[in-house]
């Protein structure tokens, strides 16, 4: 089990000696980034978990849910490329810690939200601070990668997905028993991810020194316009993912509580066992991509969960798990290795490509919340299932990919 004041000790160490062997910090660096990505996104998705909590308590629409994840989902995502264009000129180290603080905040303001807007407002700091994490903890875990791009990214993405996974289970066991202003409890893990940014952040500024005179760009060969085009291709293959996930992660409680009658708390552990597929997913994507090149693992992980996303809707409540899980643990796969092809379709500008991927993410995911959610209020919570099911089908525009034949860093 992690211990994360130790981990704290061994990146200063490694910061301050900088003769560190490179194996030895690099794993540690990576271990750490990936603990407060679990952190930040374990925070984060508390905000989707307590949606029952807070749809009873407020006697909110599903409208009114879907636009408070517009407005967390989007002021987590519209900032996102901004700050990665900008941290690509002028890296900002500590920025890391500053965007933690902006979850702690919109968490302790979360715990006390009188009225509806206040919630909004809450959802909008935490969504700040996901858009300032994203695109430089990203671009540290590429930093600490030692060329092995995918095995970095996906050992970053598992603790954002583990997180994920951990918020409605701990939900279901604090915040649904002792109510809304248990939430403030949760600001202690902000504090501790405040600690381990601060310390990865004196790692970040010593490599950012050192390593600066040995900056070098690898082009592709590509045509700006091809690239472009490429770059629309994993647009569109994000956007059937993440459209696909946010009618899980936002209502798929919802729809386990009609469908089959549970309760909320059975039906956040069935949303635990998704999002620990999730979870489970992630790690595989990377290497594998390192291995048989990334455009193999996006055909696989997107347009193959097709066939159990077009069963899900017509399966009883065992298989709806079983099918949950294998959706699951398939499409985790698909975004690790969209991401570092898109790294390498664009090199030089870490920083902007995963904050527009990032915040695209989070954004497509707002909008689709938003609209599933009138989709629900006006023709049942099952039409959704229905409907999204055949979103994996895009995966086969991957054919317009091209292949990158690129030599490891």
């Not at 066939?307 to 499409?331: C, E, M, N, Q, Y």
Request: net charge positive.
């Amino acid at each position: 089990m992690m211990n994360p004041p130790q981990q704290d000790d061994i990146i200063m160490t490694s910061a301050s000696q900088g003769m560190a062997p490179p194996q030895d910090t690099r794993f540690r660096v990576l271990g750490a980034i990936s603990f407060t990505h679990f952190l930040n996104d374990m925070l984060q998705s508390l905000i989707l978990a307590i949606y029952p909590v807070l749809k009873g308590g407020f006697h909110l629409s599903f409208s009114q849910i879907g636009l408070m994840t517009l407005v967390y989902q989007c002021t987590a995502s519209l900032l996102q490329p901004l700050v990665g264009m900008y941290t690509d000129k002028r890296p900002l180290p500590y920025s890391l810690v500053f965007g933690m603080g902006s979850t702690l905040c919109g968490l302790l303001l979360l715990s006390v939200a009188p009225s509806y807007p206040i919630l909004l407002a809450a959802a909008a700091l935490v969504g700040t601070g996901s858009s300032i994490f994203h695109p430089e903890s990203s671009r540290v875990a590429r930093m600490a990668s030692g060329g092995r791009h995918g095995l970095a990214q996906s050992l970053f993405q598992v603790g954002g997905n583990a997180g994920s996974a951990t918020g409605p289970l701990l939900a279901a066991l604090v915040v649904f028993p002792y109510g809304q202003p248990s939430l403030a409890w949760f600001s202690l893990a902000a504090l501790l991810g405040m600690l381990v940014l601060w310390r990865i952040g004196i790692w970040y500024s010593h490599q950012h020194r050192t390593a600066k005179a040995h900056k070098a760009v690898v082009p592709t060969g590509l045509s700006p316009q091809r690239t472009a085009f490429t770059l629309g291709v994993l647009v569109l293959l994000v956007f059937s993912k993440y459209f696909y996930l946010t009618s899980i992660t936002s209502y798929f409680t919802f729809y386990l509580m009609q469908h089959f009658g549970l309760g909320v708390q059975a039906a956040q552990l069935h949303l635990f066992i998704f999002l620990f597929a999730v979870a489970a997913g992630t790690v595989l994507g990377g290497p594998i991509g390192d291995a048989i090149g990334r455009k193999r693992v996006i055909w696989f992980s997107i347009l193959g969960v097709a066939p159990f996303t077009l069963a899900l809707p017509h399966v009883d409540l065992f298989w709806t798990s079983v099918l949950s899980f294998i959706i699951g643990f398939i499409l985790a796969s698909a975004f690790s290795a969209i991401l570092v092809y898109a790294q390498e379709l664009v090199p030089g500008k870490v920083g902007m490509v995963s904050g527009l991927f990032f915040g695209f993410a989070f954004g497509i995911g707002g909008i689709g919340a938003a609209v599933l959610g009138k989709v629900a209020d006006h023709y049942g919570i099952e039409t959704v299932y229905q409907l999204c099911a055949f979103l994996p089908l895009l995966g086969v525009i991957t054919v317009l990919l091209p292949d990158l034949h690129r030599k490891k860093a």
